[in-house]
């Protein structure tokens, strides 16, 4: 009911518009004016232009002779090629639009600098934890011999260093140790019988000291330990089964002989990998490859690991491309001494290719439309226009501007979106204003 009365006001309203121009104009002399028309002009008359701001069409205005829509109230230079501005005949400043400093913190209107910044294009792929073939290291039996007892189970288990591998029975070592208790048995009969040890019994005993040396020796090139030999020197008996203990830390990558073997000096017995150091295997597809070189940062995330993130330097493995993923390999050295990595764990991999210093601004402040991309830039007086911007590459969070903005000029980094809208508003409102 209420609506309907409403209505009808309006449609009286109308109907009495017409009637008192034309009264108007009788008693002024002017000639009528159409109905249809009086209608329009009056209801323009009537209703005000919602806006934010904007400029006054009989205010001088000052703009760019090569950027047209760079227009301000002073003169001054142009943001984007920084050249005068030049007075012009007067009208709207074409796309902006004016926001005084409360409103602009009611919309959440924040400022950014068009600065100089450090970027680089990230190029994302991923990668694989590997081990770092460079700590790969073969244990292999010194002398040929039957494998009496391996102390390595399984493929994955960690060596520390001085833990016993496996013992070997060797005849020929066994022989070796027979010549050794019969040389310290001389030895020891020389030294006992002889009361003057100079002269001749002095080179005696010098000659006995020196084969027991080289006889140590070889022991110890066939990997019999410190403590195998004080106990055949003690004990003047052979040790048929002679244990092989690790001398370095790692974990078991390979076993290539089992228990009751008879192994030779080329059999591979395992195989360890020390994982304090472990490389990061990043695969690059080719279109990649024309920006990425040798050295340059890598940042390494580990996704729902708790890892914290690496960074290094990247280092190409090889130069050609894989026949089956038609990618090309790289690397990454990192330290492991946490063993917190693992052989086989995947990683999302963020290379900063073709690094330079160029304009910048957060990507937050960039408009992106299906005509181009744009931003909001900030003038005195709480003036805000839509300036086409050219984009290049993206880090970190900020966008290399190519064209369009000077250093240090200001820019809206969030509410962005709304000041664009009222500009675009605002500009459509004064066009229809002006069109006759």
Same mark, same amino acid.
């Given at each position: 009911?209420?609506?309907?009365?409403?209505?009808?006001?309006?449609?009286?309203?109308?109907?009495?518009?017409?009637?008192?121009?034309?009264?108007?104009?009788?008693?002024?002399? &002017?000639?009528?004016?159409?109905?249809?028309?009086?209608?329009?002009?009056?209801?323009?008359?009537?209703?005000?232009? &919602?806006?934010?701001?904007?400029?006054?069409?009989?205010?001088?205005?000052?703009?760019?002779?090569?950027?047209?829509?760079?227009?301000?109230?002073? /003169?001054?230079?142009?943001?984007?090629?920084?050249?005068?501005?030049?007075?012009?005949?007067?009208?709207?400043?074409?796309?902006?639009?004016?926001?005084? /400093? #409360?409103?602009?913190?009611?919309?959440?209107?924040?400022?950014?600098?068009?600065?100089?910044?450090?970027?680089?294009?990230?190029?994302?792929?991923?990668?694989?934890?590997?081990?770092?073939?460079?700590?790969?290291?073969?244990?292999?039996?010194?002398?040929?011999?039957?494998?009496?007892?391996?102390?390595?189970?399984?493929?994955?288990?960690?060596?520390?260093?001085?833990?016993?591998?496996?013992?070997?029975?060797?005849?020929?070592?066994?022989?070796?140790?027979?010549?050794?208790?019969?040389?310290?048995?001389?030895?020891?009969?020389?030294?006992?019988?002889?009361?003057?040890?100079?002269?001749?019994?002095?080179?005696? #005993?010098?000659?006995?000291?020196?084969?027991?040396?080289?006889?140590?020796?070889?022991?110890?090139?066939?990997?019999?330990?410190?403590?195998?030999?004080?106990?055949?020197?003690?004990?003047?008996?052979?040790?048929?089964?002679?244990?092989?203990? #690790?001398?370095?830390?790692?974990?078991?990558?390979?076993?290539?002989?089992?228990?009751?073997?008879?192994?030779?000096?080329?059999?591979?017995?395992?195989?360890?990998?020390?994982?304090?150091?472990?490389?990061?295997?990043?695969?690059?597809?080719?279109?990649?490859?024309?920006?990425?070189?040798?050295?340059?940062?890598?940042?390494?995330?580990?996704?729902?690991?708790?890892?914290?993130?690496?960074?290094?330097?990247?280092?190409?493995?090889?130069?050609?491309?894989?026949?089956?993923?038609?990618?090309?390999?790289?690397?990454?050295?990192?330290?492991?001494?946490?063993?917190?990595?693992?052989?086989?764990?995947?990683?999302?991999?963020?290379?900063?290719?073709?690094?330079?210093?160029?304009?910048?601004?957060?990507?937050?402040?960039?408009?992106?439309?299906?005509?181009?991309?744009?931003?909001?830039?900030?003038?005195?007086?709480?003036?805000?226009?839509?300036?086409?911007?050219?984009?290049?590459?993206?880090?970190?969070?900020?966008?290399?501007?190519?064209?369009?903005?000077?250093?240090?000029?200001?820019?809206?980094?969030?509410?962005?979106?709304?000041?664009? &809208?009222?500009?675009?508003?605002?500009?459509?409102?004064?066009?229809?204003?002006?069109?006759?």
């Amino acid at each position: 009911m209420k609506s309907s009365l409403v209505r009808a006001l309006y449609y009286a309203v109308l109907l009495l518009v017409p009637l008192c121009a034309a009264g108007v104009a009788l008693f002024s002399g &002017a000639p009528p004016v159409a109905g249809g028309d009086a209608v329009m002009h009056a209801a323009h008359a009537a209703e005000p232009v &919602a806006q934010l701001g904007g400029g006054n069409p009989a205010q001088k205005r000052w703009i760019c002779p090569m950027h047209p829509h760079i227009a301000q109230d002073h /003169p001054g230079t142009c943001p984007i090629c920084g050249m005068d501005l030049v007075e012009a005949d007067g009208g709207h400043e074409a796309g902006g639009v004016q926001v005084d /400093p #409360a409103m602009q913190q009611r919309l959440g209107v924040r400022l950014a600098r068009v600065e100089s910044r450090r970027l680089a294009r990230e190029v994302h792929t991923y990668g694989t934890v590997v081990v770092d073939e460079a700590s790969v290291r073969a244990v292999s039996p010194k002398i040929e011999g039957w494998l009496s007892r391996l102390y390595v189970r399984a493929v994955g288990q960690h060596v520390a260093a001085g833990q016993l591998l496996y013992e070997i029975y060797s005849p020929e070592l066994v022989q070796r140790q027979r010549e050794y208790i019969e040389l310290l048995q001389r030895r020891d009969q020389l030294l006992e019988s002889l009361s003057d040890r100079s002269g001749q019994n002095a080179q005696v #005993a010098a000659s006995l000291a020196r084969e027991r040396l080289r006889m140590r020796d070889k022991f110890a090139y066939a990997d019999v330990g410190a403590a195998t030999l004080a106990e055949i020197e003690r004990t003047h008996r052979t040790v048929d089964r002679v244990p092989v203990f #690790a001398t370095r830390s790692g974990y078991v990558t390979q076993i290539g002989a089992r228990e009751g073997a008879f192994v030779t000096p080329v059999t591979p017995l395992l195989t360890l990998a020390d994982n304090a150091t472990v490389w990061i295997d990043i695969a690059l597809y080719p279109d990649q490859l024309e920006w990425v070189r040798e050295g340059d940062a890598v940042t390494v995330r580990f996704p729902r690991s708790g890892h914290p993130p690496l960074t290094g330097r990247l280092r190409f493995a090889s130069p050609t491309l894989d026949p089956l993923s038609r990618t090309a390999r790289a690397r990454l050295e990192v330290r492991n001494t946490d063993g917190l990595l693992r052989p086989g764990e995947f990683a999302d991999v963020v290379i900063a290719a073709e690094p330079r210093t160029a304009l910048a601004v957060p990507r937050s402040s960039v408009i992106r439309t299906g005509t181009g991309e744009r931003v909001m830039l900030a003038r005195d007086g709480g003036h805000f226009m839509p300036v086409p911007v050219e984009t290049g590459i993206e880090s970190g969070g900020y966008v290399e501007i190519v064209d369009g903005l000077q250093e240090d000029a200001e820019v809206a980094a969030s509410g962005q979106f709304l000041l664009d &809208a009222a500009a675009s508003l605002d500009d459509a409102a004064h066009r229809m204003q002006s069109a006759p």
